[in-house]
């Protein structure tokens, strides 16, 4: 039995050692095919136009700006082209201009860049049922260095207090949002320069893209006020209802999160404050109306009218005396009589 036990055992090992080597030269013919075979063989590839660098609107396209690099010929997409050649030019007159931001390695399509000797048009980047709208932009605002094409912008405005604030308060400022999440699509040629580069200069004017109804409130706010931007979040696509804040509010104790509390008025507070500012008008007008010393004192005899003027006593009406008429006089039919009328 011992050794049945032992020749099996020897056997196993045998056949172990077997299968160590045949796997280690399976894996050594596996790693020499892979190391000669080619490895786009597997892939069928084309060489198409991107970009070297970045590429922003309004750049002209020149031959040492793009690149050619190898790609899944099933993968092209819809409008690469094929040679550098046919996207950029040395001449003027043929030039392209670019249209839409690209990126560094990203494919060059005929939809981001005009055609040959095309010129960059702002009407190209406006979505359908949209206008593009310019907003003056403060040179001393520091934002405006920091906002890109693209990004999302709120539209504040400053403005004078009317009506009723400016009779109670002077000149209060008031500042309420006007527009929310609002895409810029760039600025004027004066933004060109890089922000934080040497000599570039932020830009005079911001054009965004809004509503028909909303570029009518910018055309209006221009003439009401202060316009400035403020740059969202690129996630931050909400609209929170935000009351106008006054010169005055600035002084309110803040709340629990470190807010100050700003109370909206109702619809119906200038009505309110009308109707009070009239009646209060109308008392102090009453109080202020002189009286006079004397008062008018018409006394009839017979068809006689006669008439005295007699110091009032402490606003009281009182007996005013009256001379007796004579008994030729004409009277009411009874001697040494008269009538006397009301004092006014």
Do not use: C
């Not at 700006?65 to 790609?71: C, D, E, G, S």
């Not at 494919?107 to 359908?128: E, F, H, N, R, W």
């Not at 979040?233 to 803040?254: C, I, K, N």
């Not at 007008?285 to 006394?299: E, G, L, Q």
Request: glycine share 8%; proline share 7%; charged share 20%.
């Amino acid at each position: 039995m011992r050794t049945r036990a032992y020749a099996m055992l020897a056997v196993a090992v045998v056949l172990a050692g077997l299968a160590v080597i045949l796997a280690q030269m399976w894996v050594r013919d596996q790693t020499r095919l892979s190391a000669h075979a080619d490895p786009r063989a597997s892939v069928a590839t084309v060489e198409i136009v991107v970009a070297a660098r970045s590429l922003r609107f309004g750049d002209p396209l020149l031959p040492e700006m793009l690149r050619l690099v190898p790609w899944p010929a099933a993968a092209i997409p819809e409008g690469a082209f094929r040679s550098i050649a046919a996207v950029a030019s040395d001449s003027a007159t043929a030039r392209r201009v670019v249209l839409r931001a690209i990126e560094a390695g990203e494919a060059v399509l005929a939809a981001k860049i005009s055609s040959p000797g095309g010129q960059a048009s702002l009407s190209t980047l406006v979505a359908p049922d949209m206008r593009a709208v310019a907003v003056p932009v403060a040179p001393g605002d520091g934002i405006a260095a920091l906002i890109r094409p693209d990004d999302r912008v709120d539209v504040l405005l400053t403005r004078r207090a009317s009506g009723l604030d400016v009779r109670r308060s002077g000149q209060d400022l008031v500042v309420e949002v006007l527009l929310q999440n609002v895409r810029v699509l760039g600025f004027d040629p004066a933004r060109r320069g890089e922000a934080g580069s040497a000599g570039a200069a932020p830009g005079r004017a911001a054009t965004l893209e809004v509503t028909p109804v909303q570029a009518q409130r910018l055309a209006l706010a221009r003439k009401l006020g202060t316009l400035s931007l403020a740059l969202r979040h690129v996630r931050d696509t909400g609209r929170p209802r935000t009351p106008a804040l006054s010169t005055r509010m600035l002084a309110r104790p803040p709340d629990g999160n470190g807010t100050a509390k700003v109370v909206a008025a109702p619809a119906s507070a200038g009505l309110a404050q009308r109707i009070a500012l009239k009646a209060q008008a109308a008392m102090a007008a009453a109080r202020t109306v002189s009286v006079p010393d004397t008062t008018s004192v018409r006394v009839y005899r017979g068809l006689e009218l006669s008439r005295y003027e007699v110091h009032r006593e402490g606003g009281r009406h009182g007996t005013i005396p009256v001379p007796a008429p004579s008994v030729d006089a004409p009277g009411d039919g009874r001697s040494g009589t008269g009538w006397i009328g009301t004092a006014k």
